[in-house]
């Protein structure tokens, strides 16, 4: 638009139309050949992936109808409902607000459900209760009557004092209870109580009361009544109906009473809903053959097999989300730390400013070292300096945190940096010290900031290969890690390793469904962080 | 506050002892990346010193054979570094072209609302995984190019790795220069205009030159990401250490040596990112030679890769001179 304006001015400015003519062409040419070129990368990708997903899906198998059909069924509903959405942003944002709650909470159950097969749930539970639930009690307790000498030290000495008397208990006590209450008791009553706390404020403490101990008796009776339902264990149950289901309860709660408009949003799902079941009545009446999909839920759930059909991939999803879960605890300590250190504690002039200097250039340089280097960094350190064992998952994890550390670092940087200096000022003013003046004001400003650009690392993580191969984890593996000092598996390793395989069906079938589930995790990520983005992070 | 005594017994001594403790952790967590530096410079040196005292050097930088399994073992790096220049270059020849004229459609052209989507999805490019980049050249691309352009290619060939590490790092040229872009100044764009200059004019004429230090350092920067790359190029360019095959015309009467392409791009190839996957999967043993020579390629890339990024980081800071 921009170029046919000038191009107008141009030739009525000069009265030569010819020459206008022929610079306006150029121009235009040279518009359409820059979009072209911004296009060609993502066109290509997406037909790349189209093929995949194809492939994933077993379209071959299917008749030509059923396609329109299914599409027809679910979509009508689907998009009438966004159509209508789209006019009017509240509903909009309503039905982003229930779809990210779903994606992050299933993400959160699904890291929880790992937590609970790989780790000695029992432990955690004795650790859990004799020593973070009395400290976290006393910090709060120490934080409502502001007695400065409970709310830290003492809190402190008790959490350390309890994870050692955890320890101790852990050989005399032997009799536990059942997974699913242990998973009541550690997730579900903090769950209920920052849903009640929540509820309480806005309504009431009768209200939060209620959504508190409603919270955790609708979550034990829906935990049994799916794992009744499904076959699953009431463990996955309770975990599934506390992280997407408690949330997604409450938001639509608030959502009902705060926003007239834009809790017609809420029928989003019923609008999904009737798409499927109606796509779903319409093939059966109309006798058409679906796809035979590789992505299934057994793939999902089996283990890894010679034979095509039978191949699944889920020690290699629990060895991602295990080895995810501890790159996102390391790299989110040490590198929010660096950053906070560099920003506001670190000194700028004088010879410490040349070492601060000296650190920044590092961490930019190490941003730039190829993901393979660092894989001999933890082959060299950790397997053979430390002797951690060959192609064990905490390995896999610390190195993986060390090759993302410099992204969090940058990130957070820029977030931290972003926090208006008036606002220090204001609280250093007011007496703070630095520590409270970080704690209570920088860190809660910048952290949206600082959450977008950690879970982008993570994403990154998640489809690192090479520096996996060089700390040795093994491309196929047909247990799931359950420890730290385990052999792990990863999913970019088992679509490596399948990747050589002669047979056809793996080439195409299996190895197709795993680089779909690859690419789902690796997007619902990434769309969580932009959804922090957009809605947390303060305009600049 | 500062002439009083501190007072270690009450609530301002806990106060400043958790100063001191909380202070104390994040310098800890800042020297973890410290660690990191020395860690990959301690790991690399070490082991690449042992290869270095039982291989001479001079053979190892000027060997035209690589062979670490087979007797008689050899560790000549020319053929692995021809594999890495090969796809280097391809692949820049393919996204530097691409990266600047998205840049210019993003910085001169777009309208907020395209940019809006288009910047996301671009970023979606640098975030996919490289394996997947990987299987889609192994198993949609090279069988395409077989069929219609190319029916020799090799199943492993270098011109689909490079095709696929050129759209992996278009992102990263396109938005390195994009900031390039905006940073130049609006009055040199108006006066521009004020001369008579068409947008196409403007935009090549004057934004592009006025850019150009912050373009190249974001050509080098995807240089060093390409030469890195290791995914793309190990599942779809083989594991296949070869210098092209020297064909010979008849001219003249003389026979002239050549290269054709076809034996360059048409056929597997092995960058030195790929080597080192392929020793490290191998069931080498820790100390042996070949396990060194891991080490001592990694150095040699590590080395490169470092200088690249100093020298990219050294233009870009010349280039925040002229606009500030």
């Known amino acids: 638009m921009t170029a046919d304006s000038t191009a107008t001015v141009d030739s009525t400015a000069a009265g030569d139309t010819d020459f206008g003519e022929v610079s306006r062409l150029k121009g235009v040419a040279f518009e359409y050949l820059t979009l072209g070129a911004s296009l060609v990368g993502i066109v290509a990708l997406a037909v790349l992936l189209g093929y995949v997903a194809a492939d994933a899906i077993g379209v071959g198998a299917a008749d030509p109808a059923w396609f329109p059909v299914v599409l027809l069924a679910l979509a009508a509903p689907t998009l009438g409902f ?73 809190p402190l000495a008790v959490l350390a004092v309890g ?149 699944g991939l889920y020690p290699a999803i629990i060895g991602s989300v295990f080895i995810i879960s501890l790159v996102a605890m390391f790299s ?21 400013g040349m070492v601060t200097n000296v650190v920044q250039v590092n961490i930019s340089n190490l941003a730039g070292v190829p993901s393979v280097v660092y894989g001999l960094l933890g082959l060299g350190i950790f397997v053979n300096l430390v002797g951690l064992g060959f192609g064990i998952v905490l390995v896999a994890a610390m190195t993986l945190s060390l090759l993302i550390l410099p992204i969090v670092i940058i990130s957070a940087q820029e977030a931290i940096r972003s926090v208006p200096d008036s606002q220090r000022q204001a609280a250093y003013g007011m007496g703070a010290t630095r520590w409270q003046t970080v704690k209570s004001v920088v860190i809660p400003e910048a952290l949206p900031g600082i959450l977008t650009g950690s879970i982008l690392a993570l994403g990154r993580a998640i489809g690192e290969t090479a520096p996996l191969i060089i700390i040795g984890l093994p491309t196929t593996i047909f247990a799931a890690p359950t420890g730290l000092f385990q052999k792990g598996a990863a999913m970019p390793m088992q679509i490596y390793g399948w990747a050589f395989l002669p047979e056809e069906a793996f080439r195409e079938g299996v190895l197709a469904a795993g680089v779909v589930t690859l690419m789902v995790v690796l997007l619902s990520i990434n769309s969580v962080a932009i959804y922090v983005r957009n809605n947390y992070q303060r305009g600049s | 506050m500062s002439t009083e005594p501190t007072d270690i017994t009450g609530a301002a001594g806990t106060r400043s002892l958790r100063e001191l403790a909380v202070h104390l952790a994040f310098l800890c967590c800042a020297v973890v990346s410290v660690l990191t530096t020395v860690g990959i410079v301690g790991a690399l040196l070490i082991d690449a010193v042992g290869f270095f005292s039982n291989y001479p050097l001079g053979s190892f930088l000027t060997g035209t054979n690589w062979s670490p399994g087979i007797t008689p073992i050899s560790f000549g790096v020319l053929p692995l ?45 640098a975030g996919v995984p490289t394996i997947v980049y990987g299987i889609l050249a192994l198993v949609y ?39 390039a872009m905006n940073a130049v100044p609006d009055s040199l764009r108006q006066a521009g205009y004020g001369l008579g200059a068409t947008k196409f004019e403007v935009s090549t004429g004057i934004v592009v030159p006025a850019a150009v230090s ?101 233009v870009v800071r010349r280039y925040r001179e002229e606009y500030q």
């Open chain 2, 81 to 125: 570094v021809f594999g890495t220049l090969v796809v280097t270059i391809t692949s820049a020849a393919v996204a530097l072209p691409i990266g600047v004229l998205t840049a210019i459609y993003l910085s001169e052209y777009a309208s907020e609302r395209v940019r809006s989507y288009l910047k996301p999805a671009l970023e979606i490019l």
């Open chain 2, 214 to 314: 912050g373009i190249v350092s974001s050509f080098i920067l995807a240089l060093s990401r390409a030469i890195g790359e290791t995914m793309i190029v190990v599942v779809a360019s083989g594991s296949n250490a070869r210098l092209p095959a020297v064909r010979y015309d008849q001219l003249l009467g003389l026979s002239i040596p050549y290269v054709h392409p076809a034996d360059v791009f048409l056929e597997p190839a092995q960058p030195m990112t790929s080597a080192m996957v392929q020793l490290a999967s191998s069931d080498i043993i820790g100390g042996s030679l070949a396990y060194d020579a891991l080490f001592a390629i990694g150095i040699t890339l590590f080395v490169i890769t470092l200088a690249m990024n100093v020298v990219s980081e050294l």
């Open chain 1, 332 to 352: 989110f300590v040490f590198g929010v730390g660096c950053a906070v250190y560099l920003e506001e504690y670190a000194p700028e002039s004088g010879y410490g």
């Open chain 1, 163 to 311: 994870l050692l008397a955890g320890y101790l208990l852990k050989g005399p006590i032997d009799t536990y209870p059942l997974d699913s209450l242990i998973g009541l008791w550690m997730l579900g009553v903090p769950v209920a109580a920052s849903l009640g706390a929540r509820w309480r404020a806005r309504a009431g403490t009768a209200v939060g009361l209620v959504v508190g101990v409603g919270v955790l008796a609708g979550a034990a009776a829906a935990g049994y009544g799916l794992a009744a339902a499904s076959g699953l264990g009431p463990e996955v149950g309770v975990v599934l109906a506390l992280t997407p289901g408690a949330f997604l309860l409450s938001y639509a709660g608030e959502v009902a009473l705060d926003e007239p408009v834009g809790r017609r949003g809420l029928l989003f799902p019923v609008a999904v809903l009737v798409g499927l079941l109606a796509g779903r009545l319409l093939v059966s009446a109309l006798g058409l053959a679906g796809p035979e999909p590789w992505i299934d839920w057994g793939f999902l759930t089996s283990a890894p097999s010679r034979f095509a059909e039978q191949a």
């Open chain 1, 82 to 154: 966004l159509w209508y959405a789209a006019r009017t942003p509240d509903v909009l944002d309503v039905i982003e607000g229930l779809s990210v709650r779903v994606v992050g909470g299933l993400e959160l159950a699904v890291a929880l459900v790992v937590l609970f097969v790989v780790t000695d749930v029992q432990f955690l539970f004795l650790l859990y209760t004799v020593g973070v639930l009395p400290a976290a009690g006393l910090y709060l307790y120490g934080r409502a009557t502001d007695d400065s000498r409970v709310d830290f030290p003492v």
């Open chain 2, 141 to 179: 691309l090279t069988p395409f190019l077989r069929s219609t352009l190319f029916p020799n290619i090799s199943t492993f060939n270098v011109l689909s790795a490079s095709l696929m590490v050129g759209i992996m790092i278009v992102p990263m040229v396109a938005s390195i220069s994009e900031d």
